[in-house]
């Protein structure tokens, strides 16, 4: 099967470099004049996927937003999946998984073996019971196509202090993740199919990520402060790999599905621009 990272180097090169979020939040709802219920998120998950399933490279649902609503939100994330997946679109799930051993391999067969009725191209993973801990998942993505974003620099500030604390051989535990994703990649063409999470607010990291051969997801761009010139200051020389991330900022245009179009095709020039190299 062909690998994520050549999958997703494609779909960047016909879609263009922007991923787009489906969080289905309760202010959201009440913005659309959806009630917080199941038939909102219904409605709410349904509109995304028409008005930008077929012109957007990856759609990342945020699994928690589904699952609060128990089995039928569940039922309602896969069937969003399945018709992100027929308008051709990746779709990564945001779950931020981590564990060990069955518990791991659990996760990983229920969202990257391509019989669970949840699979998808691409899931996000926590490193922080180690990265080897997430072995599993990189081993059945390897198997049947699919990918995995690893927490690396995150925008949320309570981060810092776990992310960029020293380990013994002077590296930030984030460096370390870098490096342990950049030697999953090695060598891999057009890339790696292992990606990292590194926010788009938190500035200049002071971290090496030229190695990393793979995918950077890059989200906090619009309502969470960052803007996409912000992210020549993240990444650097390493601009080439980031797929810009937007939630609230294009969801907010909703649900005119004309207007989410319209919002999703200014973020994607502003990205555009912006990983040029140009204003």
Same mark, same amino acid.
Do not use: C
């Given at each position: 099967m062909e690998s994520f990272g050549a999958r997703l180097h494609r779909a960047v090169s016909e879609r263009g470099p922007l991923c787009v979020g489906i969080d289905p939040h309760?202010?959201?709802?009440?913005?659309?004049?959806?009630?917080?219920?199941?038939?909102?998120?219904?409605?709410?998950?349904?509109?995304?996927?028409? $008005?930008?399933?077929?012109?957007?490279?990856?759609?990342?649902?945020?699994?928690?937003?589904?699952?609060?609503f128990g089995a039928r939100g569940a039922a309602i994330l896969e069937s969003t999946i399945r018709q992100l997946r027929n308008c051709g679109s990746l779709v990564l799930l945001d779950v931020k998984r981590g564990d060990?051993?069955?518990?791991?391999? $659990?996760?990983?067969?229920?969202?990257?073996?391509?019989?669970?009725?949840?699979?998808?191209?691409?899931?996000?993973?926590?490193?922080?019971?180690?990265?080897?801990?997430?072995?599993?998942?990189?081993?059945?993505?390897?198997?049947?196509?699919?990918?995995?974003?690893?927490?690396?620099?995150?925008?949320?500030?309570?981060?810092a202090a776990v992310q960029r604390a020293r380990a013994a051989d002077g590296r930030t535990v984030a460096q370390t993740v870098i490096d342990e994703i950049s030697q999953l990649n090695a060598g891999a063409e057009p890339m790696g199919s292992f990606g990292l999470v590194v926010g788009a607010t938190i500035g200049a990291t002071g971290h090496d990520l030229s190695s990393?051969?793979?995918?950077?997801?890059?989200?906090?761009?619009? $309502?969470?402060?960052?803007? $996409?010139?912000?992210?020549?200051v993240v990444f650097g020389s390493s601009l080439p790999a980031v797929l810009p991330s937007y939630s609230r900022e294009v969801l907010g245009a909703g649900p005119d599905v004309a207007a989410l179009r319209a919002a999703a095709d200014r973020a994607l020039a502003d990205c555009r621009s912006a990983l040029a190299g140009s204003d």
């Open positions: 309760p202010g959201l709802l009440a913005r659309w004049g959806l009630d917080d219920d199941v038939r909102g998120l219904e409605r709410f998950a349904g509109t995304v996927v028409d $008005a930008l399933g077929d012109r957007v490279a990856v759609v990342k649902p945020q699994s928690a937003f589904f699952e609060r060990i051993g069955s518990t791991v391999a $659990a996760y990983a067969s229920a969202y990257l073996d391509p019989s669970s009725p949840m699979y998808v191209d691409a899931v996000t993973a926590s490193p922080y019971l180690g990265v080897g801990s997430l072995a599993p998942m990189f081993e059945l993505a390897a198997a049947h196509g699919g990918g995995v974003f690893v927490l690396a620099l995150t925008s949320n500030p309570e981060g990393v051969n793979g995918p950077l997801l890059a989200p906090g761009l619009g $309502a969470q402060g960052a803007t $996409a010139s912000d992210l020549r």
